[in-house]
């Protein structure tokens, strides 16, 4: 399967933004800690989900899947301590099943995640806090096994502010003896979410969204219904699609406060913005001024926006310096970007981005998933039609992309890769 996009085109119109990926897939992980079942909305449709749906039913746990984004997770039936392997090399977030494993049965032996190759991403800091939390740990073979007869509360600092080990060390602990205190813990949103999650449950945790996390253990939990906040990196790549494009677009449900790095950029690059309760507008200039960025953890600007905002500046006027600090390797796409005309250089951790006036159609591979949304951007404001491949790691984490681009004007369609013939 291929994307053929014809660019050139401004995209205008409404959008709503689906349920956020990367908590979606940690809150069904913690379902594992429930003892009843628990109701999901708010879901997106993605491949990610389906990969985490087999997880949890190749551990035991029914899972019931509904078209309108919902689910039930019945958690009552687990007994293996070992996700299905095949699915762990897949996907990184896979390795969420830990904690509440651990916690769930004493034992839980996974193989080390898989994912989008944007460089190393050891789960180092999840051991070292199971560790802190009594567990003993067996590394062999490219495996992981971690036991402990009951988790004890502990006092966990961690090394940087990762987000998988925060919420992972947060799950184990909800049922840990005693108190954790998680200092230099992450601050995304999605913890933020998880923690309600869990409180919805009868856990007793506190702090998600400072750096600091409190969490008093108990001895069971219970069930809850439960609604996944919106997905603040396909509303930001909704956003920088209209403003590159020179296009109005409101996107819909949307937490404003989740996004205020990229609006703050998106208006230093000449494009207007509009905040509304649950909504923004953003306006496109004729062409954007290049404006130079810095990944950082939030609350600073998103790694997974980079990608989408090196599309937007690669036709902006002037020079952006763009400066990667969370993935070493997340400059990879910038090589299919090239191949459209773009003007990159790439220097370790920094790419050089000389805006051109446009771009040009060509026969372009996603790397991987926000590279991917880097290259249909980039395809959206070039000469000629772009036939885009590895459209499956565009599949893993957005919704429909290209049906919604579609909506706000985009010729985007999806087509066997016999029937292409872009020239």
Do not use: W
Not at 405 to 414: F, M, N, Y
Request: glycine share 12%; hydrophobic share 45%.
């Amino acid at each position: 399967m291929k994307l053929v996009i014809a660019g050139s085109r401004p995209l205008s119109g409404v959008v709503r933004v689906g349920g956020a990926k990367n908590a979606a897939l940690k809150i069904m992980a913690a379902s594992l800690l429930a003892e009843g079942v628990c109701r999901l909305s708010n879901v997106p449709r993605i491949a990610d989900v389906d990969t985490m749906v087999g997880v949890l039913r190749g551990l035991g746990a029914r899972v019931g899947l509904r078209p309108d984004g919902s689910m039930s997770i019945d958690p009552s039936g687990v007994e293996h301590c070992e996700p299905p392997e095949e699915l762990v090399k897949e996907m990184r977030a896979s390795i969420q099943v830990m904690g509440p494993l651990l916690a769930r049965l004493g034992h839980v032996r996974a193989r080390q995640p898989g994912g989008c190759n944007i460089g190393p991403r050891p789960i180092d800091l999840h051991l070292k806090g199971f560790a802190a939390l009594g567990a003993s740990i067996t590394e062999e073979r490219g495996y992981v096994s971690v036991r402990a007869q009951r988790l004890k509360g502990a006092e966990i600092l961690l090394d940087i502010p990762s987000v998988g080990a925060t919420e992972n060390i947060m799950m184990a602990a909800c049922l840990a003896e005693g108190t954790t205190v998680i200092r230099n813990a992450a601050r995304e949103p999605e913890i933020v979410d998880q923690q309600n999650f869990l409180v919805r449950l009868g856990a007793k945790v506190r702090g998600a969204g400072t750096d600091t996390i409190r969490i008093e253990g108990v001895e069971s939990l219970g069930s809850t219904a439960y609604a996944v906040i919106p997905d603040r990196i396909e509303a930001g790549t909704f956003m920088v699609a209209a403003a590159m494009t020179g296009g109005t677009a409101r996107v819909e449900n949307v937490i404003v406060e989740h996004v205020q790095a990229l609006i703050a950029k998106l208006r230093e690059a000449g494009a207007e913005v509009a905040e509304g309760g649950s909504y923004v507008v953003v306006r496109g200039p004729e062409r954007l001024r290049a404006v130079s960025i810095r990944t950082l953890p939030y609350p600073g600007f998103p790694t997974d926006m980079q990608p989408q905002f090196v599309a937007a500046m690669s036709v902006a006027n002037g020079t952006s310096i763009v400066t990667e600090t969370i993935f070493p390797n997340r400059f990879r796409y910038t090589e299919e970007l090239r191949r459209m005309g773009a003007n990159v250089r790439v220097e370790g951790r920094v790419a050089v981005v000389q805006g051109v006036p446009a771009l040009s159609g060509a026969h372009v591979e996603a790397p991987d998933l926000r590279g991917g949304a880097a290259l249909i951007l980039g395809a959206l404001v070039s000469d000629g039609p772009t036939e885009l491949a590895g459209v499956h790691h565009i599949d893993r984490g957005y919704e429909d992309l290209p049906g919604k681009l579609a909506k706000l004007g985009a010729a985007i369609e999806r087509v066997e890769a016999s029937e292409c013939q872009v020239g």
